[in-house]
């Protein structure tokens, strides 16, 4: 009664879409607007760090040689010739028996090749001059860091594709980039079609639901880094449904279409994509939810065609969406990182095909678990708002039970992983 | 020589914190610039979800009572009367012997109390008449999601605090939350001090390096969810500091500066304190890096005196102001995540003190690992762009070795803890 679709499976169907991904484009910002973005380039040190010799303390800068005779019953005095703070640039180079109050960062005056600690000297004035001793020797070479010797000049720092955080701004500012060559964030175009929907400002009516997918890709499109392009709902028509989706693929890199993609009396994107001239890459995936998730290309660009259902939807993006949009941002780890975790609870239910169950992850003791997040209806959207993984159980005859090893792909993570499967 | 201070323990510092921690405000955003914010309100259900009794599948609804002698030599024939997609709505009620083709997610039509799936039915024609039967008997209820199954009328789904994520943005949409009650992003000023700072845009001058903490912190801020405000860096110079950090503290929730809060002859920060009148809640605190952090409250506001030493500073501001920020967000877990991990290298270097060691998170079938990042010098800020976690090594006397158990603070997770402990 209804056309028959082969499902192939996950591994196979993330393949086709590997086969058609886009390849990025960079662009300049600021660094004050670079936060969550990723590298385009790796960032290579600009010069040593530190840039000169400098004191990792508050103290004096001595020649370590003028020390040599000093111990607790002979203090070695020297007269204190300079007083320089971070930023103040040492004057004076030593000679025999002088030193050079010195702070925090600043530069060690030249022929100095020690700094001793305020907290082993001695100060007093006399005569309108400065003195300090100490009561032992002081190495050379000691609490002084060293030119370089923190990052070399020209060594490799951060790799290109490297979400840009905190630590990654502050070696950026280290090193001058005010401007960060960071990936062109692809356009995402988001259509929801089904007669059914409202707008999320309507009010409800019998028979209709309000629109919660376009809403949900859009956040997801934010989290996967890259710019969404909402171009409304459709009704299951086929004329405007085709000239919208015709139109809306020259505004955008890829687009994506949520509901009519089963075959059913109403599903209409079937047919859309044969007017378009699509290559579908797959119709029919051995997983659920999601198993109708269909992804075709089109003129250099893809097409998802996501479920109606709101948590096949999700998966569909995270698991085909997802990580083409991180290759296309750099990432040099683009899948969703995927780890091994105790089963918190049991999930009597086999099915044939493999699972993306919505799931959470906590700790307990050094152990990962992996937690359902609420019943696992395909169409309760409320659980997706308690997940931060989907859990993989694999096919099969048997159900699952608390205590098994279980893998689960994690959602917020921001490491990633070069392959789909494990590695 | 200089003044000496005693150090608190950490615990007791955030507590200090704690009891000068800022309320937090509400306002509204669109639906569209909800993502990443924290709701201000618990969000309940405005409606029973299904609003009515819809189907799963595509295929026919019957009335139960008239399939009670189907089998599969006995097959029962139904006149099929009405043809509805999602959306549309039946406008007939069954009859005996009436079947209504219904697809997926369309209301179930009046008197039909079960679906019989596609794949179960055969159809024909006659007479300009649609028909179709079935071989076996159908429960009632089968395939039919009832009215308020998966969410009831009135049901809390969310805690006011969330941070929204694409799941809690479907369940925004779903009912009708077009405008969204968030948390008002606390402005958090900031303020660079240090003669030796450049600009991130200057040449490198000799005893000179760019001030990379502001833009690290700026980063953090908006890790933290909050607004930052650059006031830009200032020269060791009291009168100009005391009278920029006062106006500064006029326009923010919070205001941040780095560096000069130490002992040194050019720290210009205790003066700047007492200058504003400023109560002074610690100025040492029982930990590496960052046992000068000082914080002070003045006039209602907070006041971070973060080291000028980058990680100390980084330290600082995770520990001291992210869940102060988060308090404001009504995040109700407004502490970073500890969990317990195993420490994946050697650390033999013992300190009297907390440490609180950069280190990134891996995950070794099933269990958590603790990884150094880099080397941990507390000026170098290579190491803070690998970081996903603060290691937590007691102080002591004794080092630490591969295969300890730790503890550890993630710093990208989303989940957080509700006291500072572990608990």
Redesign the interface.
């Known amino acids: ?2 056309e028959v679709r082969k499902p192939i499976p996950v591994e196979e169907a993330i393949s086709h879409v590997w086969d058609h991904r886009l390849n990025g484009k960079a662009e300049f910002v600021s ?2 607007d670079c ?2 973005r990723r590298l385009a380039e790796d960032i290579v040190a600009k ?1 040593p ?4 010799p400098k004191s ?1 303390y ?1 103290g004096f800068a001595l020649r370590s040689e003028d020390t040599l005779e000093a111990d607790r019953d002979n203090p070695m005095t020297f007269e204190v010739v300079e ?1 320089i ?6 004057e004076k180079r030593l000679h025999k028996g002088q030193a050079t ?1 010195i ?5 060690i005056p030249e022929d100095a090749d020690c700094i001793a600690m ?2 082993i ?1 001695q ?1 007093h004035e006399q005569d309108n001059r400065s003195f300090m001793s100490v009561k032992r020797t002081i190495a050379s070479g000691q609490n002084i ?1 060293e030119k370089g010797s ?2 070399a000049d020209g060594e490799k ?2 790799n290109r594709g ?1 979400l ?15 401007q960060v060559k960071v990936a062109k964030k692809p356009v995402i175009g988001v259509i929801a079609t ?4 409202l707008d ?5 009516k ?15 499109i ?2 996967a880094g890259a710019e969404y392009k909402y171009f409304g709902k459709l ?2 028509e086929l004329k405007t449904s085709y000239e919208t989706i015709k139109q809306a693929l020259n505004e955008v890199d890829i687009l994506i279409t949520t509901g009519g993609v ?5 599903d209409l994107m079937p047919a859309i994509y044969e007017k378009l001239d699509a290559d579908v890459l797959f119709n029919k995936v051995a997983m659920r939810p999601g198993s109708v998730t269909t992804v075709a290309a089109a003129g250099g660009k893809l097409l998802y065609g996501l479920s ?1 259902n ?1 948590s096949a939807c ?1 998966v569909g993006f995270e698991l085909f969406a997802r990580p083409a949009i991180q290759y296309y941002l750099f990432n040099q780890t683009p899948f969703l ?1 995927r ?4 089963l918190a609870n049991d999930f009597p239910k086999p099915n044939p095909f493999t699972r993306f169950v919505r799931s959470y992850i906590t ?1 307990e ?4 678990n992996a937690n359902l997040a609420g ?1 696992d ?1 395909s ?10 993984s989907l859990m993989i159980l694999p096919g099969g005859t048997r159900g699952f039970k608390a205590g098994d ?1 279980v893998e689960a792909m994690l959602l ?4 990633g992983q070069s392959e789909f499967l494990l590695e």
């Open positions: 009664m209804a660094i004050n936060d969550n010069h760090v530190p840039p000169f990792p508050d007083h703070g971070a930023g103040q640039l040492p109050r702070m925090t960062g600043a530069k305020f907290e000297c100060v860091i923190e990052v720092l951060i490297t840009i955080s905190p630590g990654t701004k502050a070696v950026l500012a280290t090193f001058g980039y005010s089904g007669t059914e929907l999320v400002d309507e009010e409800l019998p028979g209709k639901i309000r629109n919660s997918n376009a809403y949900m890709i859009t956040s997801q934010i989290r009704e299951d089963s075959v059913g009396d109403f109606g709101p999700y990182r780890i091994k975790a105790i700790y003791n050094g152990r990962v019943i209806k169409n309760v959207v409320t659980s997706l708002a308690h997940s931060n090893e917020n993570d921001q490491q």
